[in-house]
């Protein structure tokens, strides 16, 4: 009896310790991850769809589109926008976008998981127009950027080195911001997450952009 009650205190000992709480190290550690993987999720289209208009400059694909925006037309005796913003972007990024979205929705209704990750809102309207939108507004947050720069007399595509480390911070920012605000109002999700997807899209965009500067039609493809 004795040796039966001690293995009973025993067993209930072990059990009480399974299920006690976690320490806050382990909910921190718990919650950082589901944040990190809903940040990759969020950020993967704009990515993708970043690195296919990359590919589409480099192999200089659909020329005809490659025309400037403001038509060549001055401002004041300076470009409007500059050479480097282009038709082709404004249709490569929303159209690359729009497709990887709705892909990624596909997937994410096979598995649970993927679902439950970072669900579009109820009223979002359907994956490809998200995808158009977080695209457009990838390629539009760029405007203010290049007319400011115009303005201040910074050529299209100059080094980081010869202009302003503020300016440079604003070219890494401006279209990431834009993306997360609108994932922000199409997915069920809060604003830190959010932010850790502007974070990790900014890294992105600054990895993309030093590659970039290694290609010779990457060089004239940021404005």
Not at 182 to 208: E, K, M, N, P
Request: glycine share 8%; with cysteine.
């Amino acid at each position: 009896m004795g040796g039966d009650a001690c293995l009973r205190r025993v067993f209930l000992c072990a059990q009480a310790f399974a299920e006690s709480p976690a320490t806050p190290v382990d909910r921190e550690a718990a919650s950082v991850r589901p944040r990190t993987e809903r940040a990759l999720w969020l950020t993967a289209p704009i990515l993708i769809a970043g690195l296919v208009h990359v590919a589409v400059i480099t192999l200089d694909l659909a020329p005809g589109l490659a025309r400037p925006i403001d038509g060549g037309r001055p401002w004041g005796g300076r470009p409007l926008l500059g050479r480097n913003k282009t038709w082709r972007g404004f249709v490569v990024m929303p159209a690359a976008t729009a497709i990887t979205i709705a892909a990624q929705q596909a997937v994410a209704r096979r598995s649970r998981r993927l679902a439950a990750l970072a669900p579009l809102a109820r009223s979002a309207p359907p994956a490809w127009l998200v995808g158009a939108i977080c695209g457009a507004a990838y390629v539009v947050a760029e405007l203010p950027n290049s007319f400011i720069k115009r303005r201040l007399g910074i050529a299209p595509g100059m080094s980081a080195r010869r202009a302003r480390v503020a300016q440079y911070v604003v070219d890494q920012l401006d279209s990431v911001t834009a993306c997360a605000v609108a994932i922000r109002v199409f997915y069920r999700i809060d604003s830190t997450d959010a932010a850790v997807s502007a974070l990790l899209g900014t890294a992105f965009h600054v990895a993309v952009e030093r590659t970039m500067r290694l290609l010779p039609q990457g060089r004239r493809a940021r404005g």
